[in-house]
Antibody, heavy 119, light 113 residues
């Protein structure tokens, strides 16, 4: 059973960089045809796709965030990571990591981690 | 970018009755090479991540009760719960994976009447 777990600081100061890591267990991040994604959800609001990475290192980002986002993968640690620079209060949200498949749909999700941007 | 619009924003249905949620995409999500609609539905309960219910617009994910069904093609889609159970109270989202950036509908909150 594949499991994903987000980790990282829960509080980030404005203008700084948000950094999160997603650790994948129960399977190799390199096996199969999967993309590894970051999605966020402000409190009481809907879901926003941030971006994804394939294990080759190929990435796709949401244009609304592209200038501030970097997603990377470390196959040796079975992890992938998110960096979001120059954060503001608008970046306060629960951040999820999730797997998506060639046939579509995010089939495995982390439990989510709340990141608050505040001084 | 493809914009996904759900209706209604909220819905109250009696136990055992049918619930219907609609989703419209701003452009077709039908992939011509395999004639599949790249549309998924999710259920999200408070404090939990979303759960995948349906992919390819009408294929139930393994383990999802058969009271959940999806239909539609092109730009118009529907999620139907045939007989509402108490545990179905949640927010439901549609999502297109036809192209990046992936996008979600704004969500439909389903409650018991």
């Amino acid at each position: 059973q594949v499991q994903l777990q987000e980790s990282g600081p829960g509080l980030v100061k404005p203008s700084q960089t948000l950094s999160l890591t997603c650790t994948v267990s129960g399977g190799s991040i390199s096996s199969g045809s999967y993309y590894w994604n970051w999605i966020r959800q402000p409190a009481g609001k809907g879901l926003e796709w941030i971006g994804r990475i394939y294990t080759s290192g190929s990435t796709n980002y949401n244009p609304s965030l592209k200038s501030r986002v970097t997603i990377s993968v470390d196959t040796s640690k079975n992890q992938f990571s998110l960096k979001l620079s120059s954060v503001t209060a608008a970046d306060t949200a629960v951040y999820y990591c999730a797997r998506d498949r060639v046939i579509g749909g995010f089939d495995y999700w982390g439990q989510g981690t709340l990141v608050t941007v505040s001084s | 970018d493809i914009v996904m619009t759900q209706s209604p924003d909220s819905l109250a249905v009696s136990l055992g009755e049918r619930a219907t949620i609609n989703c419209k995409s701003s452009q077709s999500v039908l992939y011509s090479s395999n004639n599949k609609n790249n549309l998924a539905w999710y259920q999200q309960k408070p404090g939990q991540p979303p759960k995948l219910l349906i992919y390819w617009a009408s294929t139930r994910e393994s383990g999802v009760p058969d009271r959940f069904s999806g239909s539609g093609s092109g730009t118009d889609f529907t999620l139907t719960i045939s007989s509402l159970q108490a545990e179905d109270v949640a927010v439901y989202y549609c999502q297109q994976y036809y192209t990046t950036p992936y996008s979600f509908g704004q969500g439909t909150k389903l409650e018991i009447k």
